[in-house]
């Protein structure tokens, strides 16, 4: 662990894609180093479905009070016996 916590800069700098560096105490695996993806380089396109589907006017009136309760927690599907 020691030497992990010293050199941890340069493991990351060499790690290649598709590879791991597996993170042991005493000989006891503990962790997993592993290089992540390069993310998109496109950003997100805001805009992009402009005027190929349109909300209806409920969309934005309140949720019923039965479903409002189910999402925190309360009502009859939570106070069901699992039995």
Request: charged share 25%.
């Amino acid at each position: 662990m020691h030497e992990a916590k010293t050199n941890l800069s340069r493991y990351i700098a060499d790690l290649a894609p598709g590879h791991t560096i597996l993170l042991c105490n005493r000989n006891e695996p503990i962790a997993e180093l592993r290089a992540l993806g390069k993310s998109p380089t496109q950003g997100v396109r805001i805009g992009v479905m402009e005027g190929q589907f349109e909300l209806p006017d409920s969309f934005f009136e309140p949720l019923p009070d039965e479903l409002l309760k189910a999402f925190n927690g309360e009502g009859p599907l939570y106070n069901e016996d699992p039995a």
